[in-house]
């Protein structure tokens, strides 16, 4: 018997009890569409923080002096020249390369005073696509230039400190040589990043300005931040920047923030774990039908194999019953999938009524509740191998079952 004769038989087989084999396909259908939506939301989200901690820190990619990782220091710099801006910029999925000084500051006001984090920036060579504050700014204006005279404040940091627009700050640093210097400033702007970490510890500040207060030279910096088309392409953007900055190493996100890249393992763990149960549940459904099936039929196998149908024939004709189902699953459930999913990649579900917040934190960064979804492919492809493997393996017993069907023995059964 030829292999398309054997799946034609099978075809038929599945659906000698409609409603058995349709309430089998929809288990398949449902396991598929939490899996995918499940995925789904798990790829968007994560995508998200990600890429907002890198406009908010330091890049995809962050290219700095070697010893500034264990050892965080502004006397730890590297030269950002136009020269190597423009070769990290030429590599490939590379999106954009802005220098920035980054530390740590006091803040002084005639009120009170704070320590919190700096970034110092050009506004020339920023958007909100390497900057997220760009697109925050709750009160007054952005820098005018590299040289302004200003600095932002985050709106908690500002409301500690008694700050307000046009207030003075007094803020410190420690320069190359460890000594202290001083720097004054007005409040030029305020801004909601929506991450509590940010809006309470980070202020902004003018990289001309911060480089002359320093002593830095004009191509003196302490980072160099890359941002790329993808995350998941981050680690090989900082192979291929390798040792192109002279004493500076190119470390992706995953080195630079390594509490977040723990967080997303967990989180994406347990939703693995969830995943997989669906699927062992589904299988144990998918067994069922084709065990019942077979023992029902244990009579009709043992006349094919009385008239020469071998037992290898009987189990290949069970695994493409087990076959079918899984296409059939899967074309159900990208049916069934469709409209959701279109859905909720597009429009979204707003979780800010129910939840009473416009904003969670996750991980000290500031994630929307709009909840949204966006799968990877490969994850998709995953998703779908998965439920075919498990059809098949839900098959195999069964399958093994009616191969070692006898005659004599089956013939006798009513």
Known sequence: MGPFKLAAMAWRNLWRNTRRTIITLASVAFAVFLAVLMTGVQDWSWEEVINTAARLGSGHVTVQHAEYQEQPALSRTINA?????SRVRALSHVTGATPRIGGQVMLSTARDSAG???IAYDPAQESTQTLSILGALQEGALFRGADDAGIILGWRLARNLGAELGSKIVYTLTDRHGEIVNGLARVSG???????SADLGLCFLPIGTVRTTLGYGPDEVTQLAVFTDDQRRSEAVAAAI??????AVALSWKETQPDLVSMIAMKR???TFFEILILVL???GIFNTLFVSVMERLREFGVLVAIGMSPALLFLMIMLESLWLSLIGLAAAALVTA???HHLATTGVD????????????AGIGMSMVLKVGIYPENALVIAAAAVVATLAAGLYPAWRAGRVEPVDAIKLV
């Not at 390798?242 to 004493?247: E, I």
């Open 269 to 271: 763990g347990g939703t």
């Open 339 to 341: 409209l959701p999913y």
């Open 351 to 362: 979780l800010s009524a129910r939840l009473g917040t416009q904003q969670a934190d996750v």
């Open 190 to 196: 305020i801004v909601r990043t929506g991450s509590p």
């Open 282 to 284: 589904c299988a144990a």
């Open 81 to 85: 020249s136009a020269d190597v801006l």
């Open 116 to 118: 919190a984090g700096f």
């Open 242 to 247: 390798g040792s192109s900055v002279p004493g």
